[in-house]
């Protein structure tokens, strides 16, 4: 089984195959998920103290904050690098 990975930012990786949804963090029930996953310890914080611009959900439960753009890793995802890879 071959693990694909993105780039979320600042040399941060993330496998492709765990990620269920890449959101922004601006609404209410994604400030209470990110708030919910931070006491639960399931938080990684991949901003290095930037703005949180993406949510990223892992199947795991984990949520992970990036200072990219959803927009920015959707592209990453779907780019040819990925998917040459296949």
């Known amino acids: 089984m071959d693990i694909k990975l993105v780039n979320i930012g600042f040399g941060n990786i993330v496998a492709v195959n ?3 949804a890449i959101v922004g963090p601006e609404s209410a029930p994604i400030k209470r ?3 919910e996953a931070r006491e639960k310890g399931t938080l990684i914080d991949a901003t290095y103290g930037r703005r949180t611009r993406a ?3 892992a199947d795991s439960g984990h949520v992970i904050l990036s200072a990219v753009q959803p927009e ?3 592209n990453r995802l779907s780019s040819k690098e ?3 890879e296949a």
């Open 72 to 74: 920015t890793v959707a």
């Open 82 to 84: 990925i998917n040459e």
């Open 55 to 57: 949510v990223i959900v």
């Open 18 to 20: 765990r990620i269920v």
């Open 33 to 35: 998920v990110i708030q």
